[in-house]
T-cell receptor, first 109, second 113 residues
């Protein structure tokens, strides 16, 4: 079992829709959780982090964390073509980030 | 505030050679981590330095090493390069704290021929 798992996609949504990205992790001791966006040929860009159970909202982005289920998700509301990228889930294990393989999101105009 | 910088951005080396990559963190950040990104393995943690000490290490062979200087700048070295070392090498810096969010530099694209 991989330490951090994501659906590889591609996930395709129409412009203006809600995109839902999911991630599960295996280490119950993980303390904080991150979503990065990576455009093709670029380095990962931090979008959001969350460390408490529940929801955290930042503009069009909402991160959700359920530690009991070892599950993290990212919702993108009003998706735009510019949101088309690979989204990486990362889990902090004692100062090192363990990444999932990433979910490729495509937003169609 | 300036972001994380990495030099060089692109590098072509031959098998058996060695290479040194450099990373300058965001001002005030004392933690520097290195990652390798390949299409097959994704993003993998190499090591993390804080105050010139290696605090965490990933599952890479001893050919991969690093160090950190008193100004928090960091270098990583790969000796006896293999074709499989071709990858994007990313450096990330962070402030120590509960959340420990990391910010990535643009990366160094290493090609081994």
């Amino acid at each position: 079992q991989k330490e951090v798992e994501q659906n590889s996609g591609p996930l395709s949504v129409p412009e203006g829709a809600i995109a839902s990205l999911n991630c599960t992790y295996s280490d119950r001791g993980s303390q904080s959780f991150f979503w990065y966006r990576q455009y093709s040929g670029k380095s990962p860009e931090l979008i959001m982090f969350i460390y408490s159970n529940g929801d955290k909202e930042d503009g069009r982005f909402t991160a959700q964390l359920n530690k009991a289920s070892q599950y993290v998700s990212l919702l993108i509301r009003d998706s735009q073509p510019s949101d088309s990228a690979t989204y990486l889930c990362a889990v902090n294990q004692g100062g090192k980030l363990i990444f999932g393989q990433g979910t490729e999101l495509s937003v169609k105009p | 505030k300036a972001g994380v910088t990495q030099t060089p951005r692109y590098l072509i080396k031959t098998r058996g050679q060695q290479v040194t990559l450099s990373c300058s963190p965001i001002s005030g950040h004392r933690s520097v981590s290195w990652y390798q990104q390949t299409p097959g393995q994704g993003l993998q943690f190499l090591f993390e330095y804080f105050s010139e000490t290696q605090r965490n290490k990933g599952n890479f062979p001893g050919r991969f090493s690093g160090r950190q200087f008193s100004n928090s700048r960091s270098e990583m070295n790969v000796s006896t390069l293999e074709l499989g070392d071709s990858a994007l090498y990313l450096c990330a810096s962070s402030l120590e704290g509960v959340v420990w969010e990391q910010y990535f530099g643009p990366g160094t694209r290493l090609t081994v021929t």
